[in-house]
C-alpha cells in the first residue's frame, strides 16, 4: 500500500504559477507510476500529467507547455509545476499511485484561478 498527500494548492490570480506537492508513503521507486488529476465544479475528473518510473512523462493538451511533472526521489515526492495559469485551470487537484494493479489515491487539493 502506498499513501499520497497532496499540498500547494491555492488561490492565484490569471497568468500566476502554483507547485503542487504529491508526498508518497513509499519509495516512489517502488510506485509503477504517478498521475495528477483535477476535477472541476460540475465536470468529471480529467488527468492532467504522468510520471512512470522510468521518468517518462506525458500531458493532457490543455495544459502542455505550461505545467511540468517533475520527481524527487530522495523526497519521496512529485511535482505539479504549473505556470500561466488560467480560470479554467480552477479544480480540485489529486493525485494517484498505481502499484502493482492497484489504485492509491490522495485526497486533493483545491487551486483557485481568480482576479
Known amino acids: 500500500q502506498v499513501q499520497l498527500v497532496e499540498s500547494g494548492g491555492d488561490l492565484v490570480q490569471p497568468g500566476g504559477s502554483l507547485r503542487l506537492s504529491c508526498a508518497a508513503s513509499?519509495?516512489?521507486?517502488?510506485?509503477?507510476?504517478i498521475t495528477w488529476y483535477r476535477q472541476a465544479p460540475g465536470k468529471q475528473r480529467e488527468w492532467v500529467a504522468v510520471?512512470?518510473?522510468?521518468?517518462?512523462?506525458n500531458y493532457v493538451d490543455s495544459v502542455k507547455g505550461r505545467f511540468t511533472i517533475s520527481r524527487d526521489n530522495a523526497k519521496n515526492t512529485v511535482y505539479l509545476q504549473m505556470n500561466s495559469l488560467k480560470p479554467e485551470d480552477t479544480a480540485v487537484y489529486s493525485c494517484k499511485a498505481l502499484l502493482r494493479g492497484d489504485d492509491y489515491w490522495g485526497q486533493g487539493t483545491q487551486v483557485t484561478v481568480s482576479s
Open positions: 510520471i512512470t518510473r522510468g521518468g517518462s512523462t
Open positions: 513509499i519509495s516512489i521507486f517502488n510506485i509503477n507510476s
